[in-house]
């Protein structure tokens, strides 16, 4: 007998970007647990050979042609690509939602709050962006804010860290190619761990869990302090530092939470994480 036969609920889920850096580690984090299933753009033996994953692309396929094979009983949207698709293809999602009485838990980002600088954000604050990857995520959060709340959650994240996370791989190459780190001395933030976040998704599935979630380190940091410490951490090699200065004033990008907090062990803080990079 599989852990998957014990599973009561017995979800079926469908990762959608499930080749990239977080959908992939929430793959593996649930993969285990419930039969999930996955999405892919880039071809790769590892997912052509895998039976429980499409390949998908959000400017060319119809997403409703895969939940209709998948039949997802949650949707996890860890996905990146063209804006406007991406914003058809949750439209699209909705829909199978309602009818189909299945969940969705969004991955959003920090950037809903990019137009805020001089406080931290809590899950009920008003979105306000100035960029553009920060609109579209608003755009994609208030249309799936619309449908059922038992059926809707939206995860806000921070930089996400993690052993093998792109903004490490980024820095590791620079650092080999004597090439420049930049630092946003201005920029007070908090951060996330990716094992730590696959956890708190997998509470998020078993709970039951619906509405919005702010899910980053407990506390505040600012990006260049962090970053040189990441960098203590992987290099002896003195590391050319470029500063950019974006404001003279100090500008958070932070989601805290307020009302929708987790227990204590699927909570983190910025040590915590540098503690386990360490590793
Ligand atoms: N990483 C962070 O620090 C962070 C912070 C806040 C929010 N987020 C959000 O978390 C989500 C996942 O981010 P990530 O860092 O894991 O991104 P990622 O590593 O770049 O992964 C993106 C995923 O989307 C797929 N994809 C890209 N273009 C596509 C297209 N045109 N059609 C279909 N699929 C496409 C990729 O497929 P292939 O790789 O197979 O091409 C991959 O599976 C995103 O929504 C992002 O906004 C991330």
Do not use: W
Not at 48 to 77: A, G, K, R
Not at 190 to 216: A, C, E, F, P, W
């Amino acid at each position: 007998m599989t852990k998957k036969d014990l599973d009561p609920q017995k979800h079926r889920i469908l990762i959608l970007g499930a080749s990239g850096y977080i959908g992939n580690s929430i793959y593996k984090e649930l993969g285990p647990y419930f039969r999930t299933f996955g999405t892919y753009r880039t071809p790769k033996k590892e997912f052509e050979n895998n039976q429980q994953f499409f390949q998908y692309n959000v400017e060319e396929d119809d997403v409703y042609e895969i939940l209709q094979v998948c039949q997802p009983t949650i949707v996890i949207s860890a996905l990146r690509g063209d804006f406007n698709a991406q914003f058809i293809a949750h439209q699209h999602i909705a829909e199978y939602i309602v009818a189909y009485n299945c969940k969705i838990i969004f991955l959003s980002s920090a950037n809903v709050f990019d137009a805020y600088s001089k406080f931290p954000s809590y899950e009920l604050d008003k979105t306000l962006s100035h960029s553009i990857y920060g609109h579209f995520k608003i755009k994609i959060e208030n249309a799936l804010l619309r449908l059922p709340k038992k059926q809707v959650t939206i995860v806000r994240l921070p930089m996400v860290f993690g052993a093998n996370s792109p903004r490490l791989l980024d820095m590791k190459t620079a650092i080999s190619d004597n090439d420049a780190v930049e630092v946003f001395p201005n920029l007070i933030m908090n951060v996330m761990y990716d094992k730590k976040l696959t956890q708190q998704i997998h509470y998020i599935v078993n709970r039951n869990k619906s509405g919005v979630y702010h899910l980053g380190s407990t506390d505040l940091v600012h990006h260049d302090e962090f970053t040189k410490d990441l960098l203590a951490l992987i290099t002896k090699k003195k590391v050319v530092i470029k500063q950019v200065f974006t404001t003279n004033e100090d500008r958070y990008l932070a989601v805290l939470p307020k009302f929708n907090k987790l227990p204590k062990h699927l909570q983190i803080t910025s040590q915590e994480i540098l503690e386990e990079l360490e590793k």
